[in-house]
Nanobody
Framework: QVQLVESGGGEVQPGESLRLSCAAS?????????MSWYRQGPGKQREVVAT???????NYPDLAKGRFTISRDNAKNTVYLQMNSLKPADTAIYYC???????????WGKGTLVTVSS
């Protein structure tokens, strides 16, 4: 059974940085799966903030471009999200996702809370 556990959330002030981590246990296909970070802010729908493929090709929506960086360490079964220049609008629960379309698998972590407030 695959378990994704996020960590690194917390409360920071606007302009500061945070680095989130997501450790995947029980994931024997981690290195070939697409990993993503999503977030859900108060009263908002869940939205993707970064994706990295098995070839380490990354993709970001406009809200994250230039500020967020996703990376992965296949040896550690871990994916990271470096978030810089944080804004109050970035306040949300951040979720890790592991997905493989061919195997039709889709796993989620329980999330880690990021609060950006002065």
């Amino acid at each position: 059974q695959v378990q994704l556990v996020e960590s690194g959330g917390g409360e920071v002030q606007p302009g500061e940085s945070l680095r989130l981590s997501c450790a995947a246990s029980g994931s024997i296909f981690f290195s070939i799966d697409t990993m993503s970070w999503y977030r859900q802010g108060p009263g908002k729908q869940r939205e993707v903030v970064a994706t990295i493929t098995s070839y380490s090709i990354t993709n970001y929506p406009d809200l994250a471009k230039g500020r967020f960086t996703i990376s992965r360490d296949n040896a550690k079964n871990t994916v990271y999200l470096q978030m810089n220049s944080l804004k109050p609008a970035d306040t949300a629960i951040y979720y890790c996702n592991e997905r493989n379309f061919r195997r039709a698998t889709d796993y989620w972590g329980k999330g880690t809370l990021v609060t950006v407030s002065s």
